[in-house]
C-alpha cells in the first residue's frame, strides 16, 4: 500500500523556497550580494556580479575606435557599439555575421590574408549598410583564453583623419596663394615706384634749381617712400605671422642709428624737437636697417600725432648692460582702454573720416616683433587721450664692437664701372641709365637677355644690374650664363626685382647673383655696391 501523500507539507515547502529565492532576488537587485555560489555535485561554481574584466569591457564600448572579436570561421563573435555605428547597422544585426561581408571587394584578399595570418595591419574600405564606403585603418591580433584563441580586430575611422588633412591641404595652399598673391601685388607696385624714384633721383642730381621743380622733386619723393613703406610693412606683416622675418645681425651703433632716423623723420617739422643723444657710441648686436626701421616708425607715429607746436623728445642712454631709447611727445595719446592692446595686429585710435593719422594699424605690432627678436623689449604709456604719450625700447648692449669706427657696410669710395643694364621696362631702364650716368659709370643698357648676353660678350662690363623679370630668358638664366662666361666671373652681378622675399634672395643666390635689390632702389646704396668689390683691371694690373 503506497504511503500518503502531504500535499499540505510540499505545498509549504515550495512556498518557503518562492519566499527565499524573492528575498535572493531582492538583494540582487538592491546590490546587497556580490557573488552566488552553486552547488554543483562535489564542487561549487562562483557567479560574481561584476567580473575582475569588466572595467576593460568598459573601455572597449566607449572606444572611438571600432572593436571586433572573430571566430575562427571569420564570423562575428562580438563587436562594440562603435563599430556598428561605423557600419550603419544595428547592433544585433552585425553579430554573427561573416566579418568578410562588410570589406569591399578590392580589399578582401587583404583582409583574408590578415586574418589568416592572425596578425597585422592594413588600410581598407568597409561597406555600410547605406551602400556608403568608409576608409578604415584595421589592426589584428591574437589573444589566448579559456583554451581558445581569439582573432581581434581594432577597426579605425580615417574619415576624421582625412577630412583634417584635406583642411591642413587647403590651408597650406590657401597660404601659399596669399604669398604669391602678396609678392605679385609687390613686385608690380615696385616697378612703376622703381621708376619713380629713379627719375627723381636723376632731377636731384640736375642743375635745375626752380621752386616749382624743387617742390615737386620733394613731394614725388615724399610720396614714394610713402609707398614703399606700406609695401613693406604689409610684406614684413607677413612675415612676422609665418615666423620667416631673418635678421642680419651684427654690431652697430645705436646712437648713430637714432641720429639717422631723426634726420630723415623730422627735417623741418614745426615743432619743439628736443633730442638727448650723446656722441659716444652706444654699440648694440643687431640688425641695423630693422632697429633704424623699429625708430623710424616710432618717430613718424609721434609726428603724425602731435600738433605743430607740440614737443617731441628723443633720447637715448645707458642702463647698466641695456641701450634704452625713448620718444616722448606732447599728442594726441593713447586711451586707457586702447593701451593694453596697442601693439596688437590692426589695432588703431579712432580716426577721423580724413584719416590725419594715416597707417595700416599694423607699424606697432612689426616693431614688437622685432625688437623681440632681437632680445628686447618695447613698452608704450600714456596718461590718455590729449596726454600724449611714451615709448621706450630696452636693448642689449653688444660686448664687443668693429675694429674701426665706421659702421659696417659704409664706403666712400665712388670708383666709376662699366655697368650692363638689362630692363625690359623702357620708362625704368631710361630713368635708371640716367641716374647710373650722372653717377659717373658708363652704361650699356639692353631689354632683354639675349641682347644684353651679346653686350657682354662685346665690351666685358665691371658689372651687370639685371631685372629678375624679362622676357625671352629670365634674370636668372641670364645671370647663369654670365658665370659660366670666363668674364663673367668676376663681374658684379645686382639682381633688380620687385619680389624681395627671403625665398627670393636665396634664388638670386643660387643663380650667382652678388646682390639682391627690391625697388625702388636707393642711389647710396647702388652706389656702395657697385664700389665694395674691387675693379677687376685694377686687379689685373
Not at 575562427?72 to 555605428?85: E, H, P, Q, V, W
Not at 645681425?249 to 650723446?278: K, W, Y
Not at 618717430?299 to 637715448?316: D, E, H, K
Not at 666712400?412 to 662699366?418: C, E, F, G, I, V
Amino acid at each position: 500500500m503506497a504511503a500518503p501523500v502531504d500535499d499540505k507539507a510540499d505545498a509549504e515547502t515550495l512556498r518557503l523556497r518562492l519566499a527565499e529565492a524573492n528575498e535572493a532576488l531582492e538583494a540582487i537587485q538592491q546590490g546587497d550580494v556580490d557573488a552566488l555560489i552553486v552547488h554543483v555535485g562535489d564542487a561549487d561554481q562562483v557567479y560574481t556580479r561584476f567580473t575582475p574584466d569588466e572595467p576593460y569591457r568598459d573601455l572597449i564600448e566607449q572606444m572611438h575606435e571600432g572593436a571586433v572579436v572573430l571566430t575562427d570561421a571569420g564570423d562575428i563573435l562580438y563587436c562594440n557599439a562603435r563599430f556598428a555605428i561605423l557600419v550603419g547597422m544595428r547592433l544585433e544585426s552585425v553579430i554573427g555575421m561573416q566579418f568578410s561581408r562588410l570589406v569591399g571587394a578590392s580589399d578582401l584578399d587583404c583582409i583574408r590574408s590578415l586574418i589568416g595570418a592572425r596578425h597585422g595591419r592594413c588600410r581598407c574600405q568597409l561597406i555600410r549598410q547605406d551602400e556608403e564606403a568608409v576608409d578604415v585603418f584595421v589592426s589584428v591580433t591574437t589573444t589566448h583564453a579559456s583554451q581558445v584563441d581569439r582573432v581581434n580586430l581594432i577597426v579605425t575611422d580615417l574619415r576624421e583623419l582625412q577630412e583634417a588633412y584635406r583642411a591642413r591641404d587647403f590651408a597650406e595652399q590657401s597660404t601659399r596663394m596669399k604669398d604669391e598673391f602678396l609678392a605679385m601685388l609687390a613686385h608690380e607696385l615696385r616697378n612703376p615706384l622703381g621708376a619713380i624714384n629713379s627719375a627723381v633721383q636723376v632731377l636731384a642730381s640736375t642743375k635745375s634749381r626752380g621752386e616749382s621743380e624743387n617742390r615737386a622733386r620733394e613731394v614725388v619723393t615724399r610720396q614714394v617712400g610713402h609707398l614703399s613703406h606700406l609695401v613693406d610693412g604689409l610684406l614684413d606683416m607677413d612675415r612676422v605671422v609665418s615666423g620667416q622675418i631673418q635678421l642680419n645681425r651684427r654690431p652697430f651703433d645705436m646712437a648713430e642709428a637714432v641720429r639717422l632716423a631723426v634726420s630723415s623723420v623730422f627735417g623741418e617739422a614745426g615743432l619743439d624737437l628736443q633730442t638727448d643723444v650723446g656722441t659716444e657710441p652706444v654699440w648694440v648686436d643687431g640688425d641695423a636697417a630693422r632697429i633704424e626701421e623699429v625708430l623710424t616708425h616710432l618717430m613718424t607715429n609721434a609726428l603724425r600725432r602731435t600738433p605743430p607746436g607740440g614737443r617731441i623728445q628723443v633720447a637715448l642712454r645707458r642702463d647698466g648692460d641695456d641701450a634704452v631709447f625713448t620718444i616722448n611727445d606732447t599728442g594726441a595719446g593713447i586711451s586707457l582702454e586702447l593701451l593694453p592692446f596697442v601693439f596688437d595686429m590692426f589695432v588703431q585710435a579712432r580716426q577721423d573720416l580724413d584719416r590725419a593719422g594715416g597707417g595700416l594699424g599694423i607699424g606697432l605690432t612689426l616693431a614688437r616683433r622685432l625688437i623681440e627678436l632681437h632680445g628686447g623689449t618695447i613698452v608704450a604709456s600714456s596718461d590718455g587721450e590729449g596726454k600724449g604719450s611714451t615709448f621706450t625700447v630696452r636693448l642689449r648692449q653688444s660686448l664687443t664692437a668693429p675694429a674701426s669706427g665706421a659702421l659696417p657696410g659704409r664706403s666712400d669710395d665712388a670708383n666709376p664701372r662699366r655697368v650692363l643694364l638689362i630692363e625690359d621696362d623702357s620708362d625704368a631702364r631710361e630713368m635708371f641709365r640716367l641716374m647710373l650716368e650722372i653717377a659717373g659709370h658708363v652704361v650699356y643698357d639692353a631689354a632683354d637677355g639675349p641682347s644684353g648676353l651679346a653686350i657682354l660678350q662685346a665690351e666685358q662690363p665691371d658689372a651687370a644690374i639685371i631685372d629678375i623679370g624679362l622676357p625671352r630668358m629670365d634674370g636668372y638664366q641670364v645671370a647663369r650664363c654670365i658665370r659660366a662666361h670666363p668674364h663673367g666671373r668676376t663681374m658684379i652681378l645686382l639682381a633688380l626685382t620687385g619680389y624681395g622675399r627671403p625665398s627670393d634672395h636665396q634664388r638670386s643666390a643660387e643663380a650667382g647673383f652678388d646682390h639682391h635689390l627690391v625697388k625702388p632702389v636707393d642711389l647710396g646704396t647702388l652706389a656702395r655696391l657697385l664700389s665694395a668689390h674691387q675693379d677687376p683691371r685694377r686687379a689685373a694690373s
